[in-house]
């Protein structure tokens, strides 16, 4: 087929304007995956517990409460909180052997309590305003935050199918969150820089340096 | 110095009683080290499981009862429980993610519960004839038999520093219980090679062999 030269003029034009659409749809999409305030949000307490999913769905499930969805956190609340009492128990028996039954149980029940523990960190983490809830359900209510943040570490022990990767974030985690309250800080990225140095600052807590 | 050809004779006669002396004294000192029935217990009970401790001192803690001995299983058996808790929930979430919290609740009361799975599993092994007590405790009592049991997976995670591992070897001894209970089996070997069998068998129960 002959093109006539005004044609030939009008492909490039095509060819510019096809390919602008795609690329619109592209960023569509892209505003599309990431334009929610949700998926947001999981991106950033990722980066705040220095732990990035395979499976997103996991942290998603972890950050639905069971008043929003029926897929949501309970089930990895449970397996959260058995990771959070291993950990915690393997890092003291690992540092004294002789530490006492009754020095073990207090040290598990302290950190696994729901009000002055396990919902203090999940505030540290800002977790009240990520999990969703049905308008009904009051996400600051302590069983709710400790919920999801439990639900954390049940799904990265899901995620890469080991109890001890989610320990290790948990310890690291838990460790920034005591650092946080010392120096009560609000700023995110400082909250991402204080688990960095709580990482160290876990092994020195649970872990075979020397304090 | 000149030797005399009586005394080349003498040489290799010594070299031949030195060497035979060492070989004795060697072979005493590994009839000390393994002719206590209690070290021959903790042997056999490595093969049982499948798992050698790299600290045997760990599993002679294990199998010590707070009757016997101040240095006993009584920390490594809380630790225990929490590692056997947690493997049998992720192994539950990670063959089906929407697992309800009462299902995940009832089946890991199940393994844990005392009597009917704890104890049983820990006779399976043989335990009560190995778990050291003092003369007036009976070592038979489910509370002395599950403890024990427990503690041996507490001290596999304290020996390799990983959840994960002890769990993997309850996973595999739990199984190897439930058909000991269906083959109603006495013989040592057997129960050994039944493990074998079971650590595949605990692949389809808990893991991803679809059966």
Redesign the interface.
């Known amino acids: 087929m002959k093109l006539r030269p005004f044609t030939l003029y009008l492909l490039p034009v095509l060819v510019i304007a096809i390919s602008s659409s795609f690329q619109v749809r592209a960023a569509n999409d892209q505003r599309f995956k990431t334009s929610s305030p949700f998926a947001t949000a999981l991106q950033t307490l990722q980066k705040q517990i220095g732990y990035t999913f395979k499976s997103i769905g996991?942290l998603r499930?972890a950050m639905t409460h069971s008043s929003f969805s029926e897929?949501s956190n309970?089930?990895?609340s449970?397996?959260g909180g058995?990771?959070i009492?291993?950990?915690v128990?393997?890092r003291l028996?690992?540092k004294d052997?002789?530490?006492?039954?009754k020095d073990?149980?207090r040290r598990?029940s302290e950190t696994s309590n729901v009000e002055i523990s396990c919902a203090v960190d999940g505030m540290h983490l800002g977790l009240q305003k990520v999990v969703r809830v049905s308008p009904k359900t009051n996400s600051t209510v302590p069983a709710v935050v400790c919920g999801a943040f439990r639900a954390i570490f049940?799904a990265i022990?899901?995620d890469t199918?080991?109890?001890?990767d989610a320990?290790d974030v948990f310890l690291r985690v838990h460790s920034a969150g005591a650092l946080v309250v010392l120096l009560d800080v609000d700023d995110e990225n400082l909250v991402i820089m204080l688990t960095l140095h709580a990482f160290f600052k876990s092994l020195m807590v649970y872990g075979s340096i020397e304090t």
Request: hydrophobic content about 40%; proline content about 3%.
């Open positions: 996991l499930r897929e309970r089930a990895l449970i397996l058995y990771v009492d291993t950990s128990s393997l028996l690992n052997i002789d530490i006492s039954p073990l149980n598990v049940g022990a899901v199918g080991k109890c001890d320990g």
